[in-house]
Every structure is written in C-alpha cells, then in structure tokens.
C-alpha cells in the first residue's frame, strides 16, 4: 500500500492549493478516503473524508466551505482543493486509508504553509 501526496506549498492568505494523493496497492475505489493534517506543535487534525464512490463528503468545522475533497478512481487519485487559505492552515496535510481488518496506511505528507 503507498499514499504519497503532492502539491504543497507556501501561499499567501486568501489564496488556494490543490493536493493530490496517488494510490496503490489496494481497491482505491472500494474504500473511504481522508485527509488530515499536523500543524507546528499540534495533534493530528481531522480534515475531510469521501465514500468510495465521492457521493458523500464530510468536513472539519475549521475547513467547511473553504476546503472540497475529490475523487478520481479511474486514476486512483485523492485531491484536496483549498480556496480562501488562512494562516491556521499551515500544517503538514496527510492523506490516509483505513483498510478492513488491516491498519490505517498514511502517506507522507505535504507541507503547506500559508503566510504573507
């Protein structure tokens, strides 16, 4: 199983990024899919998740409205669209899959961080 996320980066406030998370070695299309992220000194936060087909999605209270989580499964692929970025967003943003009866597989993460 390998999750690697790209597409971070340093944006200002106010501006917007698109992560993406490439898949492989499992079904990516039978499974829910997550974001998360660490801020500097911070636990692990929650930040969106998706079903397996994409017809359902769910956000923190931090990201609603500004944040909207996507899927390809012809390409295996999660994205992350960011719009309206603030600095509380810096933070490492993982993606992650929680497969039956196995461990919750994590990618490496990407760093984001948002400053003027």
């Known amino acids: 199983v390998q999750l690697v996320e790209s597409g971070g980066g340093l944006v200002q406030p106010g501006g917007s990024l698109r992560l993406s998370c490439v898949t492989s070695g499992f079904t990516f299309s039978a499974y829910w899919m997550h974001w998360g992220r660490q801020a500097p000194g911070k636990g692990l936060e929650w930040v969106s998740s998706?079903?397996?087909?994409?017809?359902?999605?769910y956000y923190g209270d931090s990201v609603e409205g500004r944040f909207t989580i996507s899927r390809d499964n012809a390409k295996n692929t999660l994205y992350l669209q960011m719009d309206s970025l603030r600095p509380e967003d810096t933070a490492v943003y993982y993606c992650y899959v929680h497969l039956v009866g196995k461990p919750q597989y994590w990618g490496q993460g990407t760093q984001v961080t948002v400053s003027s």
């Open positions: 998706i079903s397996s087909g994409g017809g359902s999605t």
